[in-house]
């Protein structure tokens, strides 16, 4: 009798305790009413951050910190944590972004295994995505997507998700700093899992450079000033040649670069130069591609002459620029 007795009463660790508590918490938010709900929630949460990350004094104790990583997982917990972010007041929405990013990271052996649970509890990254819409959550929710593209599976499925399609539209969001996180959530997708990156956009590519185009030629300055930059720096890395070797053999996105030649701003200017430079240098330009050129020549000319230089760029620009002019030039008088 002593044998069973021990067994079914074997105590509960503190990091059981903890999460229990969380989750009950979280779960009466539906259940009750108040402020009394809430502050339960906001407690526990701040608990857990004080746990996960320590006091200021005492460092965390890291096996505490694991523990409590996988029996969050085991509870459900990281669904509870998404799902209830919205009802958070802001010092709770911070505190629970702050413990989301520490809990991705702890490791089981070599497995992540808050990771493990996203992966099979993919809605959350979609509701993540879709909380940009919410003013209140949305730079929140941004922290925490970040957090998860470090990893490449959830990266992936981002990437493939209908949710992605969303980011072209929140970079023109009329609030300035969640169109800023946006972008920055955006770029983090794009750039840092380079094979990833370049599977979804061999695989996609007439529908994302589509949807990439309107970011090119929006009404807004700063959302065309941001995506020529970045797509400057982007089509030029290295892995990403074969995507910029398709790009440059096409007349549509040729024009747009024109088109970005004109702009009152200078920086966009410079930005699309790099991007035009391409297509002209390109020694193996369609029939097409030439064409364009030589029929827009004297314009084109005009416009790279008077092109600014940035500061620290003057002499490598004027290089560039004068190759560039050159190249133009020798196409006009080879289709005499």
Known sequence: ??????????????????VRSIKDSLLALDTKTGAKALEDVEKNIFTLRQTLSGDGEVEPNQDHVLQIALEICKEGVLSLFVQNLPSLGWEGRKDLAHCWCILLRQKVDESHCCVQ?????????????????NL??????????????????????????????????YVELPN?????DALN???DLLTRHEDAVSEFLISHYEQF???????????????????????????LEAPNAQIMKRYILEVRYLNIMMGLLKDSSKNIRICSFHIFKVFVANPNKPRDIIQVLVDNHKELLKLLHALP???????????????????IEKLVRLSV
């Open 117 to 133: 649970y996203i992966e099979n509890h993919v809605d959350l990254l979609d509701f993540l995505v879709v909380c940009y819409k």
């Open 309 to 327: 230089a940035s500061k620290g760029e003057d002499e490598q620009l004027d290089e560039e620029r004068d190759l560039i002019v050159k190249e």
């Open 209 to 235: 450079f589509e949807l990439y185009k309107r970011l090119l030629t929006s009404d807004n300055y700063v959302t065309r000033r941001q995506s020529v930059k970045f797509l400057s720096e982007f089509l």
């Open 1 to 18: 009798m002593s044998f069973f007795f021990r067994a079914a009463s074997r105590p509960r660790s503190s990091q059981q305790d903890l």
């Open 136 to 169: 209140e959550v949305a730079l929140n929710c941004g922290n925490m997507l970040r957090e998860c593209i470090k990893y490449p599976s959830l990266a992936k499925y981002i990437l493939e998700s209908n949710s992605f399609e969303l980011f072209f539209q």
């Open 176 to 180: 300035f700093d969640i169109a800023s």
């Open 185 to 187: 959530t955006f770029k």
